[in-house]
């Protein structure tokens, strides 16, 4: 029986597994990272291509399992099982990233991943089909948002293969799609919270322009507060008649992104914009 609560959808597909292996493109020398290995159907997989796979697993029951399915083989050494939940436990090094994930820790797996150092080569993870399309999104698509920005700033990512249901025992409610993932290097030399914290901002309502989401109060409210901030650490004296929306008006308006919407903007201009909010002492954390 399986933990629905724990995500707990078994690869019963071997064509799908060996397809991800596959992607993975592992060498003899890689250590690998596995979340979920369930009862170890990819595990059983990696084991042959590699140096060392590390798996991390919240249910000690299907570890029983793992444990069994490898004793007595020559590759119990090279398998390292981590008991516990992947969120709040520590990573080793790893070069590849391989799982079937639990589609509910999607989202900040992800970033835990992305901000991993030294940085893993490639990544190969299922995910929900939808999920997976916000990942990918570009400007313009209807899924493109703050997901989309803020792991296409350190990562390429590509669908790489979409899974139906029935590969599944047992089957999920949704469709999947695995995912690849590379960081890319180097890195945007940014504060990621200033980053996320101007897109939270920017794709606050997707239809309206950059230039009316600056004009919204709560936004200025906001902006002002961190300038003060700003101001007294560096012992800027503001004038009398400081006008904190006159200023980021004009911020936006030699940025030429007035007009612009979010939803359409590239990382680029994104990146742009929020150099030009910095470099007249606007920050968002
Ligand atoms: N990899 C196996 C396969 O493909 O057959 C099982 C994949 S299943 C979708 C997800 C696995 O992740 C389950 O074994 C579940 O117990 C485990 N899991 C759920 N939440 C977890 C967490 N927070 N940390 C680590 N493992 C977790």
């Not at 071997?14 to 990819?42: Q, S, Y």
């Amino acid at each position: 029986t399986f933990n629905k609560d724990l995500g707990q959808h078994i690869l019963k597909n071997p064509l799908v597994i060996d397809n991800m292996v596959e992607k993975a493109a592992l060498r003899p020398t890689d250590v690998v990272l596995e979340i979920g290995p369930g009862t170890g159907n990819m595990t059983v997989k990696i084991l042959p291509h590699v140096k060392k796979l590390v798996v991390c697993e919240i249910d000690i029951r299907l570890v029983g399992e793992l444990e069994k399915r490898v004793q007595g083989t020559p590759y119990r050494s090279k398998l390292n099982i981590l008991i516990g939940d992947a969120l709040k436990t520590k990573f080793p090094f790893f070069d590849v990233c391989l799982a079937n994930i639990p589609y509910q820790i999607s989202s900040p797996l992800v970033f835990k991943l992305l901000h991993h150092r030294p940085f893993f080569r490639c990544a190969i993870l299922m995910f929900q089909k939808e999920f997976a399309q916000r990942l990918v999104a570009k400007p313009g698509d209807k899924l493109y948002g703050r997901l989309a920005a803020n792991v296409q700033l350190l990562a390429r990512v590509d669908i790489v293969m979409k899974v139906g249901k029935n590969n599944f025992k047992p089957p999920p409610k949704v469709e999947s799609s695995v995912v690849r993932i590379e960081p890319i290097s180097p890195q945007p030399d940014i504060n990621l919270k200033e980053w996320d914290g101007m897109l939270r901002l920017v794709f606050l309502r997707k239809n309206k322009t950059i230039g009316a989401i600056f004009r919204l109060k709560a936004v200025i409210d906001l902006m002002e507060k961190n300038y003060r901030v700003y101001c007294s650490l560096k012992n800027i004296k503001l004038d009398d008649n400081f006008s904190c929306k006159e200023m980021v008006e004009k911020v936006l308006e030699e940025s030429g992104f007035q007009e612009s919407r979010a939803r359409s903007m590239e990382i680029d201009q994104l990146l742009v914009l929020l150099c030009a909010f910095n470099s007249k002492g606007f920050h968002f954390v």
